[in-house]
C-alpha cells in the first residue's frame, strides 16, 4: 500500500505482491459521507481484495479532499461524480482486466449514479450499505436512476441498517435493468461491522462471478 495522487485523485493504491498486474482486475474503492478512504472496512477490504490479485485504489471523493470534515453537499456531488471518473481512468492505466468501481453508502450512491450516466465506466459496482433512503423516512427513496443502471450490481446490506431494510431492497433491485445480486450482514448496522466485517471472501467470489464472460447460447 502507497500513498497516490494524480491530477484530482487522491488515496492509497495497493498491488498484488507479485508486482503490477497488467492483466488483472483493478477496483477503485470510495468512502461515506462522514468517513474519508482511511475508513476501516475500505482497507480491510483493500487488503483482501490485493491479497486476491486485485489492484486497488482506495480514493478521497471531492468533497472531502476540500473539507477534512462534514457531510457532502448535493450542490457539489457532481464534482464527486467526476473524481470518481477520474480515478476509474486512472485504474483502466493500471490493468487491462476488468474494472469494478465501488463505494460505502453515499459513495455507492455516487457510484451508482455515474455508472448510470455511463453505462459502459465499469464491468460492475460493488455497493455496501447503499442508503436506499434517510433513517426513518421509506418515503424518499434514493432511487430515481435505478432504472438507467445498466452495469451489474453487488449490494451488501447490514440487516440493522437504519437506512433501508431487506425488504426494501429486494423490490428495489426489482427496478435495475442489469444483473444484481444482495448479499445479507446478519446483525450487521451502516458500517457493515467495520473492520470486523466477516463477508470478504464471500464478497470477492461473487464479484469474481458477476465479472466472469457469460457463455453465448447457440440457438
Known amino acids: 500500500m502507497t500513498p497516490f495522487q494524480e491530477g484530482p485523485v ?5 498491488r498484488p505482491e507479485n508486482g503490477p498486474a497488467p492483466t488483472g482486475r483493478g477496483l477503485v474503492l470510495t468512502h461515506g459521507a462522514g468517513a474519508n478512504c482511511k475508513a476501516p472496512l475500505l482497507v480491510m477490504l483493500a487488503d483482501a481484495f490485493c491479497a486476491d490479485g486485485w489492484t486497488v485504489l482506495r480514493c478521497d471523493m471531492a468533497f472531502r479532499q476540500h473539507k477534512p470534515f462534514g457531510p457532502p453537499s448535493p450542490a457539489t456531488s457532481g464534482n464527486d461524480r467526476a473524481g470518481l471518473r477520474e480515478a476509474v481512468g486512472i485504474m483502466r492505466k493500471m490493468v487491462s482486466g476488468p474494472v469494478v468501481l465501488g463505494g460505502h453508502s453515499y459513495g455507492g450512491r455516487q457510484s451508482s449514479m455515474l455508472a448510470a450516466e455511463q ?9 455496501l450499505s447503499y442508503p436506499l433512503h434517510p433513517p426513518g ?8 436512476h435505478f432504472p438507467d443502471l445498466r452495469t451489474p450490481a453487488l449490494f451488501v446490506h447490514g440487516t440493522s441498517d437504519p437506512f433501508g431494510t431487506t425488504e ?5 433491485l426489482k427496478m435495475i435493468p442489469a444483473k444484481t445480486e444482495l448479499i445479507e450482514a446478519t446483525g450487521a448496522g451502516h458500517d457493515l461491522g467495520g473492520r470486523k466485517f466477516g463477508l470478504t471472501d464471500r464478497v470477492i467470489a461473487a464479484l469474481r462471478a458477476l465479472i466472469a464472460p457469460q457463455p453465448e447460447h447457440h440457438s
Open 137 to 144: 423516512k421509506a418515503t424518499q427513496p434514493r432511487t430515481a
Open 168 to 172: 426494501e431492497f429486494t423490490e428495489a
Open 10 to 14: 487522491r488515496g492509497f493504491l495497493h
Open 119 to 127: 453505462p459502459d465506466l465499469v464491468e460492475a459496482l460493488l455497493l
